[in-house]
């Protein structure tokens, strides 16, 4: 426990200098000071919701549909892929009809890691050697093997890759490779190959907080690894609901949804 | 421990009526004796594949596209639905190019309970509040609430059901409607209407054994409930793996495998 309220501490001070907005949040949560509630490091699970701040501007909304603020470092090819693209998200967005983004229209699986950047829960369910993520957007799973085994080369290429995963202290250090070429890295149509390598620390640094970092390594659309940091809520008293990409009429109410106004 | 074996025995005694093969499986049994392998029966959490005899002619091997030999009672609605259905496997097989099986072409979701007819295997995950069949096959769920609530109808319509489930003794009883009706209910085309409800009694009946028998009532499709059996084994070793519908050539390939004979 002892180790576990450092750990906060530090993690409290790093957003501290990352974040404006944390004097205030620190001033809120010193406010209320009750003792933080209980928690396993090693249990991730339940029902999470990502957790970035919701700007009412839509231009800035960048968290929606992408990993990082930054753009990433493109080589020539990845460059070349990601003008090609027509989202229908983010500040280059196309109509539906005109969009080449590979799930509209044939519902093929959104790919990893782009599944975050979905708008919907997903839930962290545990058994002996594996943690698997379920995502509330087309019944996708992220199944990580914490039982030692290597990757599989002769599995694939795959949609979602193929994980694996060991714990270095209170960090699950999650290792994906593997993948098809047929998805897109976000929703705004940075591109990957199928030498696209990602590597999570996922820790959970209270009761109601996860943290994923992520490192993306793909070294023919990019020019050096480049990170992006997610945030997680915990959400007790949600469940996953069906949400599969061929209800067409759902899917576009959705979107609609997520790009009003913040409330 | 006891009351666990007579119904092991029992469950054999069972078997023995039906099938002219479970002599010899029961002197197989008697020779090595051991005790059994200890299990939690309300712990079904594990790989489970489907546990029929493989060493059968394919066309007899109906549990590959339907529930039970026997024809299902339906109604003229249900007749002239099946009647129009073209089903690319099963007695009566289309070519892929004429099929009318939802799942051909669109990759639409298979929906419930038809996933148990696919042969892939399923795993079985748990939480307090839930029990999680997920399928190999195009990553499906089937999330059964164990916590006290009742059925959302402001859900739906789904394609895999909205279910909730309770334990009775070491069965677990799941309930499940909110259907819609765009899913066949078997490979060969059987259909089903919205007012589909489906009834599981799942049972580990050993360490290595689960049965689910399943009731399906459909008053606008079937003149009374179709009830079959359907039974797993454990496969220790296994995972489930990414097979998404998408991968047309692996889809495909499954097919061939499923009608290939036995090894």
């Not at chain 1, 906060?8 to 010193?30: G, R, V």
């Not at chain 1, 009809?97 to 839930?123: K, S, V, Y």
């Not at chain 2, 003229?76 to 099986?101: E, I, R, V």
């Not at chain 2, 409930?225 to 889809?251: H, R, V, Y």
Request: charge should be negative; charged fraction near 25%.
């Amino acid at each position: 426990m002892q180790r576990d309220l450092i750990g906060i501490a530090l993690a409290f001070t790093i957003s501290l200098i990352l974040s404006s907005t944390a004097s205030a949040q620190m001033k809120k949560l010193s406010e209320t000071a009750t003792a933080p509630a209980p928690f396993d490091p090693h249990d991730l699970s339940g029902v999470w919701m990502l957790d970035r701040p919701r700007p009412s501007k839509e231009v800035d909304r960048y968290w929606i549909y992408e990993l990082n603020l930054e753009e990433p470092p493109m080589t020539a090819w990845g460059e070349a892929q990601y003008k090609a693209t027509k989202s229908s998200f983010g500040t280059r967005s196309y109509p539906l009809a005109e969009t080449n983004d590979p799930i509209f229209h044939t519902c093929t699986p959104p790919g990893f890691p782009r599944i975050f950047l979905h708008p919907w829960p997903m839930q962290v369910v545990q058994a002996p050697g594996e943690v698997i993520m379920l995502f509330e957007y087309d019944s996708i799973r992220h199944q990580i093997f914490t039982d030692g085994r290597q990757h599989d080369t002769s599995l694939g290429p795959l949609w979602m890759g193929d994980s694996i995963g060991h714990w270095e202290g209170d960090t699950l250090v999650a290792d994906t490779v593997n993948f098809n070429d047929k998805t897109w890295l976000d929703r705004v149509g940075h591109p990957h190959s199928d030498k696209l390598h990602v590597i999570e620390r996922i820790r959970r640094i209270n009761h109601d907080h996860l943290i994923d970092d992520i490192t993306i390594d793909d070294p023919k659309a990019y020019t050096k690894p480049w990170s992006a940091h997610l945030d997680f809520l915990l959400r007790p008293k949600w469940t996953l609901a069906e949400q599969f990409c061929e209800d067409q009429d759902t899917f576009q109410n959705i979107e609609n949804d997520e790009t009003k106004p913040a409330k | 421990m006891r009351i666990r074996a007579l119904g092991f025995a029992l469950g054999f005694a069972i078997i023995l009526s039906c099938s002219s093969a479970a002599l010899a499986q029961t002197k197989q049994l008697s020779e090595p004796l051991a005790a059994p392998a200890a299990f939690d029966p309300h712990d079904l959490s594990g790989v489970w594949f489907d546990d029929h005899p493989r060493l059968i002619r394919v066309q007899e091997r109906y549990w590959a596209y339907t529930y039970t030999k026997e024809e299902p009672s339906m109604t003229p609605w249900a007749q002239a639905q099946f009647n129009a259905a073209k089903p690319s496997f099963g007695p009566h097989p289309y070519p892929l190019a004429q099929t009318t099986d939802p799942l051909y072409h669109t990759c639409a979701p298979i929906g419930f309970p038809i996933a148990f007819l696919y042969p892939l295997p399923m795993q079985i995950v748990q939480s307090p509040r839930e029990v999680i069949m997920l399928f190999e096959w195009d990553s499906l769920r089937h999330q059964i609430f164990t916590d006290g609530r009742a059925h959302d109808t402001a859900l739906g319509p789904l394609w895999m059901g909205d279910s909730i489930g309770h334990w009775e003794g070491d069965t677990l009883v799941a309930d499940t409607v909110n259907f819609n009706d765009k899913t066949w209910l078997d490979r060969m085309g059987h259909p089903h209407s919205e007012a589909l409800h489906v009834v599981e009694r799942i049972r580990r009946i050993d360490h290595d054994h689960l049965v689910d028998d399943i009731t399906m009532e459909d008053p606008k499709a079937y003149t009374k409930p179709w009830t079959a059996q359907l039974k797993f084994i454990l496969k220790p070793k296994w995972t489930i793996e990414e097979q998404f519908c998408e991968d047309e050539q692996s889809f495909q390939s499954i097919d061939k495998d499923a009608g290939a004979p036995a090894k």
